[in-house]
């Protein structure tokens, strides 16, 4: 139901975005050019499922890779760029850390809208859900809409 009072415009900040990245790939690319696009308050979250001693040498390249492909163009452009946070996620597991991470940024976010993109390919149905026990997120369908191509 509406509020009867009018739309109130008085907070248009940009929101904090917070990107989600399992692997990279041209979705993961195009999320973070979208991202860009609605704020310069952006962390993109990876979820290593990797466990044991490769897990340090794959987190090295993985950094260096962003500071290559994301940090060096976004500073190039004259744009802050976004932040990589890797978080473990055991068993497939992703919404305590990435409910953990957004508490986080909600704190120095000073009242500013968190938006959470779930970068993923069309499905025909919109079965896959991202929900948290309790809380004030619920769950959120994880399917979006086809973009067209560039």
């Known amino acids: 139901m509406r509020d009867p009072a009018p739309l109130q415009l008085d907070d248009t900040r940009p929101p904090v975005v917070v990107v989600i990245t399992e692997r990279w790939n041209r979705l993961t690319d195009k999320a973070l050019r979208f991202a860009l696009s609605l704020s310069r308050d952006i962390t993109a979250v990876h979820f290593s499922h990797l ?11 993985l950094r260096a890779q962003w500071r290559a492909d994301v ?8 744009l802050p760029p976004p932040e990589l946070v890797i978080l473990p996620a055991q068993y497939r ?20 809208t968190i ?3 779930i ?12 929900c948290t026990r309790g809380g004030r997120f619920g769950c959120v369908p994880t ?6 191509r560039p």
Not at 71 to 78: G, H, L
Not at 119 to 130: G, M, S, V
Not at 143 to 148: F, G, T
């Open 119 to 130: 970068p993923e390919i069309e499905r025909r149905h919109c079965t896959n859900t991202f």
């Open 51 to 61: 466990a044991g001693p490769d897990s340090g040498e794959e987190e090295k390249r």
């Open 71 to 78: 940090e060096a163009p976004a500073r190039q452009a004259n």
């Open 143 to 148: 399917c979006v809409m086809p973009a067209s």
């Open 93 to 112: 597991t992703m919404d305590q850390p990435l409910v953990k991470l957004i508490r986080q940024l909600m704190e120095r976010a000073e009242g500013r």
């Open 115 to 117: 938006a959470v993109l």
